[in-house]
């Protein structure tokens, strides 16, 4: 059973263009959100959380949308670049517990020129 | 600091065969965790430990275990390996801590098992 869907599974952008990427989760006891980046060959690296007290959240480029009611939360990339192309896992888990998490199916970003 | 590292990097088994994956964080962790990696399935958690001596179980736990003798270390043993369990191993640790924000991941330990 897949408590974290994500959606789309690929991704095509142009440079400069805006990527968005779904998850919607089951459990309502969730209370922490990470968005997870990984590269070829290495591990996944944090990108950027929220946690459900806030509606959004954004570092840089990068933008949390959280909808609490829906059990969503989406991930934007504004500008997007080359450099960005990799996977990126949502994820959901609790406070405190930041290595105990329920990932999303990933989605495989590229951003072409 | 080295963070996570994972030993050995690639690995290639015989069905039948058992293993230790090694798992060791230099940043005075308590929580550390393992998840497997397949294609279309993203990370799904085996087990995780909250501190020394203490371990639990996962989404996926069968056919591994686990014990966690100090803050540093936590290994994965497979005890009798299958082609079911060729995937690529992630460890990860982070804080217990209310605040804490991020876990750390390792580079993987991907294994064949044939």
């Known amino acids: 059973q897949q408590q974290v869907k994500q959606s789309p599974q690929s991704l095509i952008v142009q440079k400069g263009g805006i990527s968005i990427i779904n998850c919607a989760y089951e459990?309502?006891?969730?209370?922490?959100f990470p968005w997870y980046q990984q590269f070829p060959g290495k591990g996944p690296a944090l990108l950027i959380a929220?946690?459900?007290?806030?509606s959004e959240k954004k570092e840089g480029r990068f933008t949390i949308s959280f909808n609490k009611s829906a059990k969503q939360f989406s991930l934007h990339i504004m500008d997007s670049q080359p450099g960005d192309s990799a996977t990126y896992f949502c994820?959901?888990?609790?406070?405190?517990?930041?290595?105990?998490?329920?990932f999303g199916t990933g989605t495989r970003l590229q951003v072409t020129l | 600091n080295a963070g996570v590292t994972q030993t050995p990097k690639f690995q290639v088994l015989k069905t039948g065969q058992s293993m230790t994956l090694q798992c060791a964080q230099d940043?005075?962790?308590?929580?550390m965790s393992w998840y497997r990696q397949d294609p279309g399935m993203g990370l799904r958690l085996i087990h995780y430990s909250v501190g020394a001596g203490i371990t639990d179980q996962g989404e996926v736990p069968n056919g591994y275990n686990v014990s966690r003798s100090t803050t540093e270390d936590f290994p994965l043993r497979l005890l009798s390996a299958a082609p079911s369990q060729t995937s690529v191993y992630f460890c990860?640790?982070?804080?217990?801590?209310?605040?804490?924000?991020?876990?750390?991941f390792g580079q993987g330990t991907r294994l064949t098992v044939v």
């Open positions: 929220i946690r459900p007290d806030v």
């Open positions: 990860a640790s982070s804080r217990l801590d209310i605040w804490n924000t991020e876990a750390f």
């Open positions: 940043m005075n962790h308590e929580y």
């Open positions: 459990n309502t006891a969730f209370d922490y």
């Open positions: 994820a959901a888990g609790y406070t405190g517990t930041a290595s105990k998490l329920t």
